[in-house]
């Protein structure tokens, strides 16, 4: 046994310190990290991965065709007008696919969005690669600004079989405080 | 001492005996005051099963369990005169009474499975409907193929005055909205979850149904009505001040009730839209005004604009001074505060109605006449 | 600690600095009873206002505020430091040992607590009031949609943390490192066992507490987004790190009431403990599996379906060590001499009202039924089951039990009977009818509620006051025993208890078990 202190008791003491130390590290170093590989892996939250999916050339599956709707929610406190130009597309799995999310600002000031995307079913997330997405980046706009922001997707070939409907929704967030918060911290 | 002891040990057998009755009542009748209802869907009759079938299981160990024991406590007391025995263990009775439960478990966990696999089959939906909780209400969106989605909120209609006991309380009291979720009858239906700002819950205990609402996120589940009524939940996420007062209805109706009920809705959009260039007169806009402001202000302001949770509107610097400062505030809210932005929440109609009202009722007087089209170009601008 | 054979000094510095085991026991009951009465105040004040449907006494701001401290009180303040108080007046007597393994340190991790929960109740002064998010305190509603209270509330929540970690790991020292010669781990009483368990339970999950609401201070004033999805965050996440700790602080409530039910049964039963063995590794297994179960409090969130089930059948599992516990009591009780004091009443009354909340517990581990249970007043009942005829019922007995070997006058039976029987019947009259509203769709933490709910609610609110009537006797019952209760001087105070502690004379010396004593 290790020994640190004559004093068996405070040789007991000092090892629950210990241990007490590392639970607190746990909640950082292991809980956090390891909850978000697993929202990735199992669809957690629909959640999806944050990166550009690097296409390979696959063959389009034209004998199957999948359901994908958009829906658009503004967090709280979002006053921009945030809204998919389609809200429903039927598509090929294997086909590269672009659909346009359109959004305006109507504040005079200039703001900084940020969409979050989630999946609905949650398993069907591994399964949707984005090519390109405007959920990468935070989306600034300018006062009275409105843009069109972009988003190609590729359903996977392999997305089981009993799934028919795919629904992505994105929840656009007012960012603008955090983003100069953030600044203001350097 | 002997007659003394009797008449504890009775004591103590009364309020069991009563325990067990009203158990028996739970599982008699189908009273759904006393039970969860077994619902109006496959689902929720399979759930209503498993919970009888869970409980029943448990009734009968607590019997068996509780009769033993008190047996021991009537027959082994030491005012009987009885000698204690010695005996503290047994492998085979620790044993037996290990795996034997160990079994009772894995027959609850089969029935358990598949209903719990068929909740999570949410696939082959006939309709998609978007829930979106608030602080503290609902918006409830119909995703549709053709055309427009139809969207709307759903509020509390229960006046405040029967919430502070100045009128006598209606029959579905805090269970009732202005708009309730229509649905039609023998249609699965998928309804997509999520929430604006903090977390809520999504419970009809008739549909047995429960999804939280995260902000951020979607969640999903889907219910397929098998009778037509009016099934009342409420939101089941502790999600601030209002927390109680944010009830669901759901209306489920026939199909065709439903496709006459959904064209009619798509009118009414697009009749918002029509009414958006029309003008209107100072007494259309109030009483329309009014009808919005009980459903969408008097919660905070009080139903006589006198203030609570929010500020007075009666006589407030706000609903007395510059129009355009007053649309900001109804719009855009106040950040930081529980002012929300009302302007995705109410159409322009609404919001220029309710805006006069606020400038001409409780004693405000303004005079002021805000048309759709004002709230229109102040948006834009 | 061997060069003061004296007695206690005298006056406040007594207190204040006393690093006797006994005197830091009996600081932390009195503290956790004057919290018990604080947190059951504010529960007659929800009782109170759920009187009637319709708003009558609070806003419903203040109500969240209520039920939030009602938990928080309850919980941190009261239940927890009872037991931590008790073990500090009997572990060291139990197991041979002079005092405590870490005297002073156990000063501090009592002194540490009142100014704490002072300033945690002073909140309620503040301008926004006092956190108002529930004791499970839900990410966002505690971060960014919180009240200024929220900063004073995660400071609170570290401080009594690092006393919780202080006294296990006290406990844990003076057990592995002071039984006296001849107490091997399997001779312990299983009081200690359990708090010895428990203790490890604390020390391994209040730091993930405190991670918890230290990712919440950083999300509210540093930026971060640890709960927030707009900076790439989770609200869930909350949930499973909160669950995490909060599973297995149900057992760290629960197991030490298992413990002083398993010194009370055998005593009254004269016949000793069926099954010690087996009750070590219940609640060794238990312990365990309450790390693996924590999603069961968040069925409704979404989870991935293979998750669903295996926290399902994990939990379900929870019921076979449970059963044992169960069976072992009523076996010790099988054929014993039994008699029916106060503590023994109020043990049996512990068997039978937790036996009901673990049967409810075991409907809310089934999934697709929790969706009907989940965050209804079921689930309220349920808890209430484990928690109150669990946790307070057992620590009631304990009072009951060693009061007079502590201070070695005798309570009134009479008196103590009448409380029993008064909180079992208010008790029941409280939390009984709960079960059924909440099946009804009634759901927890609402300030108002639907007509059909009326009757069961005021059923409810008249059994709380009685439950609340009946501590005021016997608080006055304690100190009627305290200051001219009749003399007791028997080593062993009941003829049927076994253990070191009855050995002792009675009362109990300030000093005891300086030369440690022999142990068959």
């Known amino acids: 046994m290790l020994k640190l202190s004559n004093n068996p008791a405070i040789n007991t003491s000092i090892k629950l310190v210990a241990v007490a130390v590392f639970m607190f590290a746990f909640v950082f170093v292991v809980m956090v990290p390891l909850y978000n590989v697993l929202c990735d892996v199992l669809g957690i939250n629909g959640k999806t991965s944050g990166e550009a999916y690097t296409a390979v050339e696959v063959q389009v599956d034209e004998s199957r065709t999948v359901s994908i709707q958009f829906i658009a929610t503004n967090n709280d406190g979002m006053p921009w007008d945030f809204a998919p130009t389609r809200t429903m597309m039927k598509v090929h799995p294997g086909a590269v696919n672009d659909t346009v999310f359109f959004a305006r600002n109507p504040m005079p000031n200039a703001m900084v969005g940020q969409a979050i995307p989630s999946i609905s079913p949650g398993r069907a997330a591994e399964y949707f690669h984005k090519t390109e997405c405007f959920c990468f980046n935070q989306q600034p706009l300018d006062g009275g600004a409105e843009a069109e922001l972009p988003l190609q997707f590729i359903v996977d070939q392999d997305l089981p079989r009993d799934i028919g409907t795919i629904t992505l929704s994105y929840t656009i967030f007012d960012v603008t405080d955090m983003v100069s918060g953030s600044v203001a911290a350097r | ?381 | 600690m061997g060069d003061h054979h004296h007695g206690p000094a005298k006056g406040l510095s007594r207190w204040l600095f006393t690093t006797n085991h006994k005197d830091i026991g009996t600081m932390y009951l009195w503290f956790s009873f004057s919290m018990f009465i604080l947190g059951g105040a504010f529960a007659m004040i929800i009782r109170a206002e759920l009187f009637q449907p319709g708003l009558q006494l609070v806003e419903p701001g203040f109500f969240n505020q209520m039920t939030t401290l009602h938990g928080l009180i309850m919980v941190f303040g009261a239940i927890m430091p009872s037991f931590v108080g008790l073990a500090n007046w009997l572990i060291p007597m139990m197991i041979g040992a002079p005092d405590m393994a870490l005297p002073r340190m156990n000063n501090w991790s009592f002194w540490i607590l009142p100014p704490t929960f002072l300033l945690l109740a002073s909140t309620l002064f503040m301008e926004g009031g006092a956190p108002a998010a529930g004791w499970t305190f839900y990410a966002p509603l505690s971060t960014t949609y919180a009240g200024p209270s929220v900063t004073y509330f995660i400071f609170c929540i570290h401080v009594l943390g690092l006393s919780s970690i202080m006294g296990s790991i006290n406990i844990i020292a003076t057990v592995m490192n002071m039984r006296a010669p001849g107490m091997t781990y399997m001779k312990m009483p299983l009081f200690v066992w359990t708090w010895l368990i428990t203790a490890f339970l604390l020390v391994a999950v209040m730091p993930v507490l405190a991670g918890a609401v230290t990712m919440m201070l950083m999300d509210v004033h540093f930026n971060t987004s640890f709960f927030s999805a707009a900076g790439g965050g989770d609200p869930v996440l909350f949930q499973h790190v909160f669950w995490f700790f909060g599973h297995p602080e149900v057992y760290i409530i629960i197991l030490p009431a298992f413990g002083v039910v398993s010194q009370i049964i055998p005593a009254f039963s004269r016949k000793p403990l069926f099954g010690y063995d087996s009750m070590v590794y219940a609640t060794a297994s238990i312990a365990f599996l309450s790390f693996i179960v924590w999603a069961h409090h968040m069925y409704t969130v979404g989870m991935p379906v293979a998750g669903e089930l295996f926290f399902m059948y994990a939990t379900m599992l929870i019921a076979v060590p449970t059963g044992v516990k169960v069976f072992n009591w009523i076996s010790t009780m099988w054929r014993g001499a039994l008699s029916f004091e106060t503590p023994m009443l109020f043990s049996i009354g512990f068997l039978i009202l937790f036996t009901i909340g673990g049967f409810t517990g075991l409907m809310l581990s089934i999934a697709p039924a929790d969706f009907q249970y989940h965050d209804s007043y079921f689930v309220v009942a349920h808890f209430h089951y484990v928690m109150v005829a669990g946790a307070v019922f057992s620590m009631t007995a304990a009072i009951y039990f060693w009061l007079p070997k502590w201070c070695g006058r005798m309570y009134n039976e009479t008196m103590g009977k009448t409380h029993f029987w008064i909180s079992f019947i208010g008790f029941n009259l409280t939390f009984f009818p709960q079960h059924f509203v909440g099946l009804a769709g009634m759901p927890r933490r609402i300030p108002d509620y639907a007509l059909q709910f009326a009757d069961f609610n005021m059923m409810s609110s008249i059994g709380a006051f009685i439950y609340g009537a009946s501590q005021i006797l016997f608080l006055y019952n304690v100190i009627a025993t305290i200051r001219s209760g009749d003399i007791v001087t028997d080593e062993k105070v009941w003829d049927g208890a076994e253990g070191l502690e009855w050995t002792l004379p009675t009362p109990a010396p300030y000093h005891t078990f300086e030369t440690p004593p022999a142990v068959k």
């Open chain 2, 1 to 381: 001492m002997g007659s003394k002891a009797k008449w504890l040990c009775k004591l103590a057998l009364g309020p069991v005996l009563l325990l067990m009755s009203v158990v028996a009542m739970a599982v008699g009748g189908e009273a759904s005051e006393y039970n969860m209802p077994q619902g109006v869907t496959a689902v929720g009759q399979q759930v209503y099963d498993l919970h009888m079938i869970i409980l029943g299981i448990c009734v009968v160990i607590g019997v068996l369990v509780f009769g033993v024991m008190f047996y021991s406590i009537i027959y082994h007391r030491k005012s009987r005169g009885v000698t204690p025995a010695t005996f503290h263990e047994s492998t085979k009775v620790e044993i037996a009474w290990t795996v034997v439960p160990f079994f009772i478990l894995i027959i609850m966990a089969i029935p358990a499975t598949t209903t719990l696999l068929e909740i999570y089959d949410t696939d082959n939906a006939e309709l998609d409907v978007v829930v979106t909780a608030y602080q503290w209400k609902w918006k409830y969106e119909y995703l549709n193929e053709e055309g427009e989605n139809v969207s709307f909120f759903s509020n509390l209609a229960t006046p405040q005055a029967e919430i502070h006991n100045s009128e006598a309380k209606g029959e579905h009291y805090l269970l009732e909205v202005d708009e309730p979720l229509v649905l039609p009858v023998d249609t699965k239906v998928r309804f997509l979850v999520t929430a604006n700002d903090v977390l809520h819950s999504w419970w009809v205990p008739m549909l047995a149904v429960k999804r939280d609402a995260i902000p951020g996120f979607i969640n999903e589940s889907w219910t397929k009505a098998t009778e037509i009524g009016v099934y009342r939940g409420q939101c089941a996420e502790l999600c601030g001040r209002s927390h109680g007062f944010m009830p669901i209805v759901v209306n489920v109706v026939s199909k065709e009730d439903y496709a006459q009920w959904f064209t009619a809705k798509q009118a009414e959009a697009a009749e918002t839209k029509g009414l958006m260039a029309k003008t209107f007169t100072l007494d259309q806009t109030m009483e329309r005004g009014e009808i919005v402001y009980d459903s969408n202000c008097q919660v905070c302001h009080g139903a006589n604009g006198e203030g609570g949770v929010g500020n007075a509107i009666a006589g407030s610097a706000v609903a007395t001074g510059d129009i355009g400062h007053h649309l900001d505030i109804g719009i855009d809210g106040v950040s930081g505060t529980a002012m929300q932005a009302f302007g995705a929440q109410l159409n322009d109609v609404d919001m220029a109605a309710v805006i006069t009202y606020q400038r001409n009722a409780f004693g405000n007087n303004m005079g002021d006449i805000i048309q759709p089209i004002d709230v229109y170009n102040h948006k834009k601008d």
